[in-house]
C-alpha cells in the first residue's frame, strides 16, 4: 500500500485504490474467518460431568474441559506444605469417580459434597489436573445451618481479636 | 404512600412516552399544527424526566427507610447493611437497575432537548421522540416484568441484603453508574441519526456534528466503566487479573469498539464526505450492541460470575432488538439516496486510508468479541453441548488486531489528509522507530519471549512518541511563527485544535494503560505458601511474613483476616491485610485483597484459606509490575476526550 508515485500527481486515482481496497477487505475478512473457525474449534472448553467425561474415553485425554460435579465424602486429602489437594469429584447420581488432583489452597468453605467445577485436563493417568476450582452454588438464600455460621467456627479467632 | 408515589410516577411515565414517542412524531409526520406538536415532544422529555427522577427518589428514600413493604427493598435491602450500600443498591439488582437505566435515559434525553430548545428544523423533534420511544421500552419493563414495586405482604422485618459481591468494594458506587452512563449514552447518537432521517436531514452534516459531541461523552463514560470494571475485578474477585473475557466485559467492550470506530470514521465524514451508510450503520449497531449486552447479563442467558438476576426479561429484550433492527433497516433504505459519498480515496498513503484500516481492525475485533462470547449459546442451541470459549482464543485473536492498531495509532496523526509522502513519514517515524527498538530490546533483555509482548512494548513506545510528537512539531511552528515561549505556544495550540489535540490525549491514555497491560502479563509472577506466624515466602523481590490471623464481627458481616508484612534488609516497610468477609446471605466467603502499590507496580496479596485456630494460613502473593498505569491512563483518556468535546468558544 505504498507507492510513492501515488502521492506526486495531481491525477485523481479513480475506482482503482477503491477496487484494491474492497479486495483486500475481502481476502482479510476470509482470511479472519478461517482463523476464527480454527480457533473456536482448539480452543472450546466443554462442560461436562464425570460420567461424561469417562465416556468420552481417550478421547477426552489432554483436552482443557470444565468438569462439574460434587466432591465425594471422605476423599479430600490437602497436603499444605506442598499445596496438594486431592478429591474425588462424582456425579449426582454418586457414580462416575474422577480422581482430581489441585494445585494451591481449597476454598475456605470446601467440603465433602459440595458442588465444584475443576478446569484443567484428564491426564493418561486417570487423573484430573485442575488448574482452577470454582464452587458451585446456588444464588439462593439459605440461611446457614447451626454451627456453620462463621462467627461459631471461628470463634476463638474472634475473641482473640481486639481489632 | 411512597410505593403510591413511585408508581403513580411511573405510570404517568409511561404515559408521557406514548404521547411523546407515538403520537408526537406522527402528528409532526402528518404537518398539522406542526409547532404545537414539537412544543408537545419537548415538554413530554421534561415531564418524563420529571417523573422518572420522582420515582427514583422514592426507591432511595425506601430503600434508606428500609421500607420492606416493597418488593425490590425487601429483596436487595437488610437493616444491617451501612446505609451508602443500602442506597447504591439501587442499582444492585435486576429491577432497581431498570429503574436506573430509565432515569439516565431521561437525564440524557431532557438534556438534549434543553441544549437544542432553539435549535430550528425536526432534527431534534423527531430525535427526542425516538429517545421517548426508548423510555417507553423501559417503562413497559417497569410496569411489567421488571416491576420493583410490587406490595410485599405481609412485610417482612428485615431483608438479605444486596449481593455480597457488590457491598464488599467502594467500586461498586462508581462502575455500574458509569457503565449505565455510558451504555444509555449511546442512545443519543442512535436517535439523532434516526431523528435525521426520519426528518430526512441525513444530508446535512448538522447532525453528524451533533452526534459526535455525544458519543465522545458517551463513550468517554463508557471508557471510564470498563477500566472501572477491570480496576473492581482485580480488588474483588482475588485472583490478581483484570480481564478474564468473561461474557458481561465482552458485553462492555463489544460496543466500545463500535462507538470508537465511529468517533474515528465521523472524521473521515465530515472532512471528505464519505463513509456516511458507513457511519450511519456504525452508530445503530452500537447501540443494539449495548442493547445486546443489556440482554446477555440481564437475562441470565450466560452463566457468568456478574449474571446476578434472571428472569423473563430477556424475550423483551429481544423484541425490542429485533424492532430497533427492523425499523432502522427501513429508515435506511428509505434514505439510501441520500448516503452517497461526494469525496472518494485519493491515495492509499492517506489518513483516510489509516481511518480505514482503524474502522477494519475495530471491527474485526468487535466481531471477534462477538462471536467468542455468543458461541456458547450457538453450541448449546445447535449441538446441544455446554461449553466455554476459553481465554486462548480471545487471546490468539485478538491480539495481532490489537498490536496492529496500536502501530496505526502512531502512523495516523503522522500522515496528512489526502495524499501522504513517503519520505516525510519516513523522516517523522525515525524517533519513533528509536523508542520501538528501545522498548523492544528491553523486554526482551528483561526475558520475555513472547512475540505479542514484545510487539505491544515496541509499537506502545512508537505511537506514544509519534503522538507527543505532534505536540511538538505544532508547538514549534506556533513558536517560530508568533514568537512565543514553548509553553505558551504549546497551550495556545491545543486550545486552538481542542478536538484534535484532545484526540491525541486520549491516544496516549490508551498506550499508558496498553504499557500497564502489557507489563503486567508478560512479567507478572506469583507464589503461595501456607505461613505458621512468623514464617515467610518470598516471590521475586518481596518477602512477606505473616504476623497474625485475627478476626471481628461486623454489623453486616464477619471478617477473618491476616496480618503480613512486607520486609527488606530485617525491617518492615509495609503492612498488608488480605481478609475474607463472611457474608450471611453467601455460602462462601468473598475474597478482599490488599494491594500496595508503587508507580513501578502492585503487591497484590489474598488470603486463601485459614487454619479456624488461626495456627496457619495460606497468602497468595503476585506481583504485577506497571498495573497502576492501567487506572492511569483511563483517566488519561477521559481527559483526552472532554478536551475534545467541552463545549466552549474556540480560542484563535
Same mark, same amino acid.
Given at each position: 500500500?505504498?507507492?510513492?508515485?501515488? %502521492?506526486?500527481?495531481?491525477?485523481?486515482?479513480?475506482?482503482?485504490?477503491?477496487?484494491?481496497?474492497?479486495?483486500?477487505?475481502?481476502?482479510?475478512?476470509?482470511?479472519? %474467518?478461517?482463523?476464527?473457525? %480454527?480457533?473456536?474449534?482448539?480452543?472450546?472448553?466443554?462442560?461436562?460431568?464425570?460420567?461424561?467425561?469417562?465416556?468420552?474415553?481417550?478421547?477426552?485425554?489432554?483436552?482443557?474441559?470444565?468438569?462439574?460435579?460434587?466432591?465425594?465424602?471422605?476423599?479430600?486429602?490437602?497436603?499444605?506444605?506442598?499445596?496438594?489437594?486431592?478429591?474425588?469429584?462424582?456425579?449426582t447420581d454418586g457414580k462416575g469417580t474422577i480422581h482430581v488432583q489441585s494445585k494451591g489452597a481449597p476454598p475456605q468453605?470446601?467440603?465433602?459434597?459440595?458442588?465444584?467445577?475443576?478446569?484443567?485436563?484428564?491426564?493418561?493417568?486417570?487423573?484430573?489436573?485442575?488448574?482452577?476450582?470454582?464452587?458451585?452454588?446456588?444464588?439462593?438464600?439459605?440461611?446457614?445451618?447451626?454451627?456453620?455460621?462463621?462467627?461459631?467456627?471461628?470463634?476463638?479467632?474472634?475473641?482473640?481479636?481486639?481489632? | 404512600?411512597?410505593?403510591?408515589?413511585?408508581?403513580?410516577?411511573? *405510570?404517568?411515565?409511561?404515559?408521557?412516552?406514548?404521547?411523546? &414517542?407515538?403520537?408526537?412524531?406522527?402528528?409532526?409526520?402528518?404537518?398539522?399544527?406542526?409547532?404545537? *406538536?414539537?412544543?408537545?415532544?419537548?415538554?413530554?422529555?421534561?415531564?418524563?424526566?420529571?417523573?422518572?427522577?420522582?420515582?427514583?427518589?422514592?426507591?432511595?428514600?425506601?430503600?434508606?427507610?428500609?421500607?420492606?413493604?416493597?418488593?425490590?427493598?425487601?429483596?436487595?435491602?437488610?437493616?444491617?447493611?451501612?446505609?451508602?450500600?443500602?442506597?447504591?443498591?439501587?442499582?444492585?439488582?435486576? /429491577?432497581?437497575?431498570?429503574?436506573? *437505566?430509565?432515569?439516565?435515559?431521561?437525564?440524557?434525553?431532557?438534556?438534549?432537548? #434543553?441544549?437544542?430548545?432553539?435549535?430550528?428544523?425536526?432534527?431534534?423533534?423527531?430525535?427526542?421522540?425516538?429517545?421517548?420511544?426508548?423510555?417507553?421500552?423501559?417503562?413497559?419493563?417497569?410496569?411489567?416484568?421488571?416491576?420493583?414495586?410490587?406490595?410485599?405482604?405481609?412485610?417482612?422485618?428485615?431483608?438479605?441484603?444486596?449481593?455480597?459481591?457488590?457491598?464488599?468494594?467502594?467500586?461498586?458506587?462508581?462502575?455500574?453508574?458509569?457503565?449505565?452512563?455510558?451504555?444509555?449514552? @449511546?442512545?443519543?447518537?442512535? +436517535?439523532?441519526?434516526?431523528?435525521?432521517?426520519?426528518?430526512?436531514?441525513?444530508?446535512?452534516?448538522?447532525?453528524?456534528?451533533?452526534? =459526535?459531541?455525544?458519543?465522545?461523552?458517551?463513550?468517554?463514560?463508557?471508557?471510564?466503566?470498563?477500566? +472501572?470494571?477491570?480496576?473492581?475485578?482485580?480488588?474483588?474477585?482475588?485472583?490478581?487479573?483484570?480481564?478474564?473475557?468473561?461474557?458481561?466485559?465482552?458485553?462492555?467492550?463489544?460496543?466500545?469498539?463500535?462507538?470508537?470506530? !465511529?468517533?474515528?470514521?465521523?472524521?473521515?465524514?465530515?472532512?471528505?464526505? @464519505?463513509?456516511?451508510?458507513?457511519?450511519?450503520?456504525?452508530?445503530?449497531?452500537?447501540?443494539?450492541?449495548?442493547?445486546?449486552?443489556?440482554?446477555?447479563?440481564?437475562?441470565?442467558?450466560?452463566?457468568?460470575?456478574?449474571?446476578?438476576?434472571?428472569?423473563?426479561?430477556?424475550?423483551?429484550?429481544?423484541?425490542?432488538? +429485533?424492532?430497533?433492527?427492523?425499523?432502522?433497516?427501513?429508515?435506511?433504505?428509505?434514505?439510501?439516496?441520500?448516503?452517497?459519498?461526494?469525496?472518494?480515496?485519493?491515495?492509499?498513503?492517506?489518513? /483516510?486510508?489509516?481511518?480505514?484500516?482503524?474502522?477494519?481492525?475495530?471491527?474485526?475485533?468487535?466481531?471477534?468479541?462477538?462471536?467468542?462470547?455468543?458461541?456458547?449459546?450457538?453450541?448449546?442451541?445447535?449441538?446441544?453441548?455446554?461449553?466455554?470459549?476459553?481465554?486462548?482464543?480471545?487471546?490468539?485473536?485478538?491480539?495481532?488486531?490489537?498490536?496492529?492498531?496500536?502501530?496505526?495509532?502512531?502512523?495516523?496523526?503522522?500522515?496528512?489528509?489526502?495524499?501522504?509522502?513517503?519520505?516525510?513519514?519516513?523522516?517523522?517515524?525515525?524517533?519513533?522507530?528509536?523508542?520501538?527498538?528501545?522498548?523492544?530490546?528491553?523486554?526482551?533483555?528483561?526475558?520475555?519471549?513472547?512475540?505479542?509482548?514484545?510487539?505491544?512494548? +515496541?509499537?506502545?513506545?512508537?505511537?506514544?512518541?509519534?503522538?507527543?510528537?505532534? !505536540?511538538?512539531?505544532?508547538?514549534?511552528? =506556533?513558536?517560530?511563527?508568533?514568537?512565543?515561549?514553548?509553553?505558551?505556544?504549546?497551550?495556545?495550540?491545543?486550545?486552538?485544535?481542542?478536538? =484534535?489535540?484532545?484526540?491525541?490525549?486520549?491516544?496516549?491514555?490508551?498506550?499508558?494503560?496498553?504499557?500497564?497491560?502489557?507489563?503486567?502479563?508478560?512479567?507478572?509472577?506469583?507464589?503461595?505458601?501456607?505461613?505458621?506466624?512468623?514464617?515467610?515466602?518470598?516471590?521475586?523481590?518481596?518477602?512477606?511474613?505473616?504476623?497474625?490471623?485475627? &478476626?471481628?464481627?461486623?454489623?453486616?458481616?464477619?471478617?477473618?483476616?491476616?496480618?503480613?508484612?512486607?520486609v527488606r534488609d530485617g525491617t518492615v516497610y509495609a503492612t498488608l491485610s488480605p481478609r475474607m468477609n463472611f457474608y450471611?446471605?453467601?455460602?462462601?466467603?468473598?475474597? $478482599?485483597?490488599?494491594?500496595?502499590?508503587?508507580?513501578?507496580?502492585? $503487591? #497484590? @496479596?489474598?488470603?486463601?484459606?485459614?487454619?479456624?485456630?488461626?495456627?496457619?494460613?495460606?497468602?497468595?502473593?503476585?506481583?504485577?509490575?506497571?498495573?497502576?498505569?492501567? *487506572?492511569?491512563?483511563?483517566?488519561?483518556?477521559?481527559?483526552?476526550?472532554?478536551?475534545?468535546?467541552?463545549?466552549?468558544?474556540?480560542?484563535?
Amino acid at each position: 500500500m505504498t507507492s510513492p508515485e501515488l %502521492g506526486s500527481t495531481l491525477a485523481p486515482a479513480k475506482k482503482r485504490p477503491k477496487a484494491g481496497i474492497i479486495a483486500m477487505v475481502v481476502v482479510l475478512v476470509a482470511a479472519f %474467518g478461517w482463523l476464527m473457525m %480454527g480457533n473456536l474449534d482448539k480452543n472450546v472448553v466443554f462442560f461436562l460431568t464425570p460420567n461424561e467425561l469417562l465416556a468420552k474415553g481417550t478421547e477426552a485425554i489432554d483436552v482443557p474441559v470444565r468438569l462439574g460435579g460434587q466432591v465425594k465424602a471422605g476423599t479430600v486429602t490437602w497436603d499444605e506444605k506442598a499445596l496438594d489437594l486431592r478429591f474425588d469429584v462424582v456425579d449426582t447420581d454418586g457414580k462416575g469417580t474422577i480422581h482430581v488432583q489441585s494445585k494451591g489452597a481449597p476454598p475456605q468453605m470446601f467440603r465433602d459434597g459440595m458442588g465444584v467445577v475443576c478446569e484443567g485436563r484428564f491426564g493418561a493417568d486417570s487423573v484430573f489436573q485442575s488448574t482452577m476450582l470454582i464452587i458451585k452454588h446456588s444464588n439462593e438464600y439459605r440461611a446457614p445451618k447451626a454451627g456453620e455460621k462463621p462467627q461459631e467456627m471461628y470463634k476463638s479467632l474472634m475473641k482473640g481479636s481486639g481489632s | 404512600m411512597t410505593r403510591l408515589l413511585a408508581v403513580d410516577a411511573l *405510570w404517568f411515565g409511561l404515559i408521557v412516552s406514548v404521547v411523546g &414517542g407515538i403520537v408526537a412524531p406522527v402528528m409532526i409526520a402528518r404537518g398539522k399544527r406542526l409547532g404545537q *406538536w414539537v412544543t408537545i415532544a419537548q415538554a413530554a422529555v421534561y415531564a418524563n424526566f420529571a417523573v422518572v427522577t420522582v420515582a427514583t427518589l422514592a426507591m432511595m428514600w425506601a430503600l434508606a427507610r428500609h421500607d420492606f413493604s416493597i418488593s425490590y427493598v425487601a429483596q436487595v435491602g437488610s437493616r444491617a447493611t451501612p446505609l451508602f450500600y443500602t442506597i447504591i443498591s439501587l442499582w444492585g439488582a435486576l /429491577e432497581g437497575s431498570i429503574l436506573f *437505566w430509565a432515569w439516565v435515559l431521561a437525564l440524557y434525553s431532557a438534556a438534549v432537548v #434543553y441544549t437544542n430548545r432553539n435549535r430550528p428544523g425536526l432534527l431534534v423533534p423527531y430525535a427526542s421522540a425516538v429517545l421517548l420511544l426508548i423510555a417507553l421500552f423501559f417503562h413497559i419493563l417497569l410496569v411489567g416484568p421488571a416491576n420493583p414495586l410490587h406490595l410485599v405482604s405481609p412485610i417482612p422485618l428485615d431483608g438479605p441484603g444486596p449481593n455480597p459481591l457488590l457491598q464488599n468494594h467502594i467500586l461498586m458506587a462508581v462502575h455500574p453508574p458509569l457503565l449505565y452512563l455510558g451504555y444509555v449514552g @449511546m442512545s443519543v447518537p442512535f +436517535a439523532f441519526a434516526a431523528g435525521a432521517m426520519l426528518a430526512g436531514e441525513v444530508a446535512s452534516d448538522d447532525w453528524i456534528r451533533l452526534t =459526535r459531541r455525544w458519543t465522545m461523552l458517551a463513550w468517554a463514560l463508557l471508557t471510564a466503566a470498563v477500566i +472501572a470494571g477491570m480496576w473492581w475485578s482485580y480488588e474483588v474477585l482475588g485472583w490478581g487479573g483484570y480481564w478474564a473475557w468473561d461474557p458481561v466485559e465482552n458485553a462492555s467492550f463489544i460496543p466500545w469498539l463500535t462507538a470508537t470506530a !465511529f468517533l474515528h470514521s465521523v472524521i473521515v465524514q465530515e472532512r471528505r464526505q @464519505m463513509l456516511k451508510l458507513w457511519n450511519v450503520n456504525l452508530v445503530v449497531g452500537t447501540f443494539v450492541l449495548t442493547l445486546l449486552g443489556t440482554f446477555l447479563t440481564r437475562s441470565g442467558i450466560i452463566s457468568s460470575v456478574h449474571a446476578f438476576t434472571q428472569g423473563t426479561i430477556g424475550f423483551y429484550f429481544l423484541a425490542f432488538i +429485533a424492532v430497533v433492527l427492523i425499523g432502522s433497516l427501513v429508515m435506511v433504505a428509505g434514505n439510501s439516496e441520500k448516503f452517497r459519498s461526494q469525496g472518494q480515496l485519493d491515495a492509499a498513503l492517506s489518513r /483516510e486510508t489509516v481511518f480505514l484500516l482503524n474502522n477494519l481492525l475495530l471491527t474485526v475485533l468487535c466481531f471477534t468479541v462477538l462471536i467468542g462470547t455468543l458461541f456458547p449459546l450457538i453450541a448449546e442451541a445447535v449441538r446441544g453441548v455446554k461449553v466455554s470459549v476459553g481465554e486462548p482464543f480471545f487471546n490468539r485473536m485478538t491480539l495481532p488486531v490489537m498490536v496492529s492498531l496500536l502501530f496505526l495509532m502512531g502512523i495516523g496523526p503522522a500522515l496528512p489528509w489526502k495524499h501522504g509522502n513517503m519520505n516525510d513519514l519516513k523522516k517523522k517515524m525515525i524517533p519513533g522507530a528509536i523508542v520501538a527498538v528501545l522498548l523492544a530490546s528491553i523486554v526482551i533483555a528483561f526475558g520475555s519471549r513472547s512475540l505479542y509482548a514484545v510487539l505491544a512494548f +515496541a509499537f506502545a513506545g512508537f505511537a506514544a512518541t509519534m503522538n507527543v510528537q505532534e !505536540f511538538v512539531i505544532g508547538a514549534r511552528a =506556533r513558536q517560530s511563527a508568533h514568537r512565543e515561549s514553548f509553553g505558551t505556544a504549546l497551550v495556545r495550540l491545543v486550545k486552538g485544535n481542542r478536538r =484534535r489535540y484532545g484526540g491525541y490525549v486520549a491516544h496516549i491514555g490508551i498506550i499508558v494503560s496498553a504499557f500497564g497491560i502489557a507489563a503486567s502479563s508478560a512479567f507478572r509472577s506469583e507464589g503461595e505458601a501456607t505461613l505458621k506466624p512468623g514464617e515467610t515466602l518470598t516471590v521475586g523481590t518481596v518477602t512477606a511474613r505473616l504476623k497474625e490471623v485475627w &478476626g471481628r464481627e461486623e454489623p453486616q458481616r464477619s471478617v477473618i483476616g491476616a496480618t503480613v508484612e512486607l520486609v527488606r534488609d530485617g525491617t518492615v516497610y509495609a503492612t498488608l491485610s488480605p481478609r475474607m468477609n463472611f457474608y450471611p446471605t453467601s455460602q462462601t466467603p468473598i475474597p $478482599t485483597p490488599d494491594v500496595r502499590s508503587t508507580p513501578f507496580g502492585d $503487591t #497484590y @496479596m489474598n488470603l486463601m484459606a485459614f487454619q479456624p485456630d488461626g495456627s496457619n494460613a495460606t497468602v497468595k502473593v503476585i506481583l504485577e509490575p506497571l498495573v497502576p498505569w492501567i *487506572w492511569i491512563g483511563g483517566g488519561i483518556i477521559c481527559l483526552g476526550a472532554l478536551l475534545s468535546a467541552w463545549p466552549m468558544k474556540r480560542v484563535a
